[in-house]
Nanobody
């Protein structure tokens, strides 16, 4: 049974940091790509970052590049999202998701919710002073 469980959300002040974790079970990390999405109230769910299967290449949405870092600990079956320099506009529920599309060419990466087969339940991130 495939499961993804997020943790690490919370409340921080602008400029602060959080590290989210996505613990996966039921499959081997290298066989799937894992992405982080977020959804703010009244907004569509949007892709934030992705780490591909096998090679572990990383991809970022332009609005988080340079501030967020996605990484993978295969021995722990866990994917992390380190979020630095957080701003109020980063406030959202953050979800991790898995897709069987694991290799891509060029700068393209799967950023549509429809490309992901498995989802976690989400963790709230609030950035406020």
């Amino acid at each position: 049974q495939v499961q993804l469980v997020e943790s690490g959300g919370g409340s921080v002040e602008p400029g602060g940091s959080l590290r989210l974790a996505c613990a996966v079970s039921g499959f081997t990390l290298g066989d799937y790509a894992i992405a982080w999405f977020r959804q703010a109230p009244g907004e569509e769910r949007e892709a934030v970052a992705c780490i591909s299967g096998r090679e572990g290449h990383t991809y970022y949405a332009h609005f988080v590049e340079g501030r967020f870092t996605i990484s993978r600990a295969d021995a722990e079956n866990t994917v992390y999202l380190q979020m630095d320099s957080l701003q109020p506009e980063d406030t959202a529920i953050y979800y991790c998701a898995a897709t069987s599309k694991i290799s891509y060419g060029g700068s393209w990466w799967p950023s549509s919710i429809y490309e992901y087969q498995y989802w976690g339940q989400g963790t709230q991130v609030t950035v406020s002073s």
